[in-house]
Each structure stands twice: as C-alpha cells, then as structure tokens.
C-alpha cells in the first residue's frame, strides 16, 4: 500500500497567515491526491483534486501543488473557519489511503 | 443539492454485526462509485471500502484491516448504499462517513460529497 507521510500534525498560525502543509508518497502517484478539511461534527469537505485542481466553491485562497511523490497544500491567508484539520488522501491505487491529518490552531 | 446520510450506528459487542447505510439524493446514484471512510476517537481518516458504479463493473475495494469481514453493496434503484460489518473488534469504532466518488475513467478515484458520518462504538 502506498503510505502517505503528512507533516507538520500540527501547526499554530494566526489569522491572516500564509501556511504550507506537505503531503509526502511513498511512491510515485503522478497528481492522483485529493486535499480535505475535516471539521468536528461537520461533513469531510474536499478542497483539491489532481494535485492542483480547486473544488467548485472552495475558497481561491487554498492552492496545492505537486507531482510524483512531493505534494503541498497552500492556505494564504488564514480565515477563523480554517482553523481545523486537512488530510491528504492518495487514489492513484487501492488501497487508497489518507495522510495523518494536520491540525491548523490558532 | 447532493446530499449523503449515514445511518445505523449503534453499540455493539465485540465479535457482533452491524450494517450502515448511506442514503444519498440530489445526483443519479447508479452513476457513481461510492466510499466508505471512518475515524476513530483522536485519530485520522482510514478507508474502509469502496464501491464502483455499474458503469465499471460495479466490483468493490477493501482495506486489509477489514477484508473478509466486511462487504460494501448498493441498491441502486432506491440510491443507498451499505456496509455490513461483521465479526466487529474494538479497534472498528469510530465515525463512519460515506462519500461519492468521482472519477475519469473508471480507475482513479476521489470524492467530492460526504455525509454527516455516523458513530459505531465496539464495546462489552
């Protein structure tokens, strides 16, 4: 199964904040990951695909980027509603499997 | 407006069953692969299965932890799909969440609407 390192697990940031989130493979998955945000008691919200591409409706201010195994997820100005947490998620092949989570605190 | 839910979490004894449903509306359910994802207490998402439509052959995907105990199906006339959960241990707690999946050909997989998630608590 390919192993998805995710780092930092967590982060301490301010309103306004530019932050970078890294999202690591253990193999070669060309831009198959997806990025989610997942608040308490909400629904998982996804927030990028193929790597790169915006989900209609998220925010422009989430960017992610990356190829083969190196891949980031950008927020470039904290909002209070960002404060929660992300997992990169890989679907080049099953088993899929999710990075650890990154907790955004304020 | 595409909406998911969960349903039939419950408590139940290690060694029991259990079987969830995710009723889905909004989008033409047949059409779609179908996810189901959990996390327990303090940790992260696991996947726990997956579903394909029957536009790819509607096969199903497991993750080792729960391959041959667990089974993932869909009624695609009424939109729903299930997870039957047998021989459940305590480490299968946790929120279970269902998710739809999206795709380009069939191969790769990501999922752009999920429920609300419901608990199962594995416990004597």
């Known amino acids: 199964a390919i192993q998805l390192t995710q780092s930092p697990s967590s982060l301490s940031a301010s309103v306004g904040d530019r932050i970078t989130i890294t999202c690591r493979a253990s193999q070669g998955i060309g831009n198959a990951l997806a990025w989610y945000q997942l608040k308490p008691g909400l629904t998982p919200k996804l927030l990028i695909y193929d790597a790169s591409s915006l989900q209609s409706g998220v925010p422009s201010r989430f960017r992610g980027s990356g190829s083969g195994t190196d891949f980031t997820l950008t927020i470039t100005s904290l909002q209070p509603e960002d404060f929660v947490s992300y997992y990169c998620q890989q679907f080049n092949s099953f088993p899929l499997t999710f990075g650890g989570g990154t907790k955004v605190e304020i | 407006e595409v909406q998911l839910v969960e349903s039939g979490g419950d408590l139940v004894q290690p060694g029991g069953s259990l079987r969830l449903s995710c009723r889905t509306s909004?989008?033409?359910?047949?059409?779609?692969?179908l996810t189901w994802v959990r996390q327990a207490p303090g940790t992260g998402l696991e996947w726990v299965g997956f579903?394909?439509?029957?536009?790819?052959?509607?096969?199903?995907e497991y993750a080792a932890s729960v391959e041959g105990r667990f089974t993932v199906s869909r009624d695609d006339s009424r939109g729903i799909a299930y997870l039957q959960m047998n021989s459940l241990k305590t480490e299968d707690r946790g929120v279970y969440y269902c998710?739809?999946?999206?795709?380009?050909?069939?191969?790769?997989?990501?999922?752009?609407?999920w429920g609300q998630g419901t608990l199962v608590t594995v416990s004597s």
């Open positions: 909004g989008f033409t359910f047949g059409d779609y692969g």
């Open positions: 998710g739809r999946g999206r795709t380009y050909g069939g191969v790769k997989y990501w999922f752009d609407y």
């Open positions: 579903t394909r439509s029957h536009l790819y052959g509607g096969t199903s």
